[in-house]
């Protein structure tokens, strides 16, 4: 279900989230402000938000036999729960300005707290293996420089374009992540059983 979900149903509703708006130009929260595309925008935090949660809770369980990553798991629950939150208040700055600010800061917030989260435990997981978690850490790297691209050329407006971006490359690095934590597992219990 994890595959389906990364690589099809949340990239299949990222796609379709900034409907006919302009990637460059406009965002999911522009996109999502009316009718029916509303309605996407909190079936997709929901999903969103679900994955995340699941994926890393399973995830981060596979390595409390050698290492703790409890506060990862925590910026990645409070991550979500804004993500979901952020989408029930409409961005309608003319008529809601402060609903519409309140959308703005749980939506960029839930975003740098789950990256944050992810490289914090990609950075640890990385000292412990280097083999292991260099490419993810290399990747996770140029999603950061990526990122800053997409800003710098849409005038530092976080756009659809940008957002999908973003979406699509966290679960496939979720999924690479996975399989790598689960190689150390396994390295970890065959140094235990010798």
Request: glycine share 2%; charged share 15%; proline share 4%.
């Amino acid at each position: 279900m994890d595959i389906l979900l990364s690589y099809f149903i949340i990239p299949g509703l990222t796609f379709l989230l900034p409907g006919k708006t302009n990637w460059f130009t406009s965002n999911f929260s522009v996109a999502g402000a009316y009718f029916p595309q509303n309605v996407l925008l909190v079936i997709w935090a929901i999903v969103i938000a679900r994955f995340y949660h699941r994926f890393l809770k399973r995830t981060i369980g596979q390595t409390k036999s050698f290492l703790k990553i409890e506060t990862e798991l925590v910026l990645t629950d409070v991550s979500a729960y804004l993500l979901v939150t952020s989408v029930f208040f409409p961005y309608r700055p003319q008529s809601y300005p402060f609903f519409s600010l309140i959308h703005l800061v749980t939506a960029f917030t839930a975003t740098i707290l789950f990256y944050t989260s992810i490289t914090r435990m990609a950075v640890r997981l990385y000292a412990m293996a280097p083999d292991l978690f260099s490419l993810p850490i290399s990747l996770l790297a140029l999603a950061i420089a990526c990122t800053a691209i997409l800003l710098i050329f849409g005038n530092f407006l976080i756009s659809s374009a940008l957002e999908i971006f973003l979406t699509i490359f966290s679960c496939a690095w979720l999924q690479l992540l996975d399989q790598r934590i689960r190689i150390l597992s396994k390295r970890k219990s065959l140094k235990k059983r010798l």
